[in-house]
């Protein structure tokens, strides 16, 4: 009998980043990287274990990255007006 493995939490992390960086595709991969590891550390400071706060997690770093999507265009616009 095989028994059925939950993934690890550095897993379940490493894939939302992925998700993340194809959401926010104009945000450079470094960054999201960066969003997520800060969301992670962020978490952390309420005492929880990682398996515990991924919601809290990809809710903070989805935060930053909408917000660094915005500098990215409001830069590209900035750059093509100039």
Do not use: N
């Amino acid at each position: 009998m095989s028994a059925l493995r939950r993934p690890d939490p550095l897993s379940r992390v490493l894939e939302l980043t992925r998700r993340l960086a194809e959401e926010f595709d104009s945000v450079p991969l470094a960054q999201v990287t960066s969003a997520v590891k800060g969301a992670v550390a962020a978490a952390a400071l309420f005492g929880r274990e990682m398996a515990e706060s991924l919601e809290t997690i990809e809710s903070i770093a989805r935060e930053d990255l909408v917000a660094l999507a915005a500098t990215v265009a409001e830069q590209r616009t900035t750059a093509l007006a100039g």
